[in-house]
């Protein structure tokens, strides 16, 4: 039987949808904000990892803005508030694969944690003007 036919999720091998998020930046703006509050502010929001990946792109400003759309897709996606989690306590890392993927630690973990969240499916994109980001938490 078809469950999501019935209105049911599809369990499957994919686990239960938990939450789902999603974020949009405007690059720009989100340049601007990095340039008038400077790298104390990179720091805070972002690990020395994806720091330094975006760095090896001529623009770093639209990599480093999908992957502040994923922390707040993240966010969202476990029913968090702007202060419940540190932006640093959610990370965008590389698979293997080239793929992006998600590391949680601290508050952002105990939380994904208690919500019986043990799977993650993020999606990043972006353009010279804006960028995009979607979080599946899954049980």
Do not use: C
């Not at 952002?108 to 208690?114: C, G, K």
């Amino acid at each position: 039987m078809n469950h999501a036919a019935d209105g049911a999720a599809d369990t499957g091998a994919a686990g239960v949808v938990v939450g789902l998020g999603t974020d949009v930046v405007e690059v720009e703006r989100f340049r601007l904000a990095m340039q008038r509050r400077g790298a104390r502010l990179e720091e805070r929001l972002f690990s020395e990892a994806e720091r330094e990946y975006a760095r090896t792109h001529r623009d770093p400003a639209p990599r480093l803005a999908a992957r502040f759309a994923a922390k707040e897709a993240v966010m969202k996606a476990l029913g968090a508030g702007l202060g419940d989690l540190a932006f640093r306590d959610v990370e965008v890392v590389r698979a293997s694969s080239g793929a992006p993927d998600l590391a949680l630690t601290g508050r952002a973990a105990a939380l994904a944690r208690s919500r019986d969240v043990h799977r993650w499916h993020v999606s990043l994109s972006h353009t010279g003007t804006t960028a995009i980001a979607v979080a599946l938490a899954l049980a």
